[in-house]
């Protein structure tokens, strides 16, 4: 009998309100606005994408590991996590108009 895949739990608290987008595993997950103070939670066996529209208003709960809010008010940031980390995928900058 094969074993079941490991899973993670991520805790998303919104403690400004924000907008976030969830991906869990590929899948969208939600696409929502959460108004402080707010929680959403999901569990996924791969990763978490989290693309958020307040940086700073917007921790997480890895596994019971505390991620504080990571950024400015109303900055638009996005976070890949797995059952062990989280990454701040960099925002793509607009190409430099010459004048």
Known sequence: MPNPPI????????????WVSITA???PVAEETLIAPAHTSVRAS????????NAAG???LL???????Q???GEVR??????TAV???PQTQPPATNR
């Open 46 to 53: 791969r990763e978490v994408v989290v693309r958020t529209g």
């Open 87 to 89: 990454r701040v995928v």
């Open 7 to 18: 899973t993670f739990t991520l805790l998303i608290r919104a403690e400004k309100t924000s």
């Open 63 to 69: 596994n019971g590991k505390e991620i504080p809010a």
């Open 58 to 60: 917007v921790s997480f």
């Open 25 to 27: 595993d590929g899948k």
């Open 71 to 73: 950024g400015n008010d």
């Open 78 to 83: 996005t976070y890949v996590f797995d059952a």
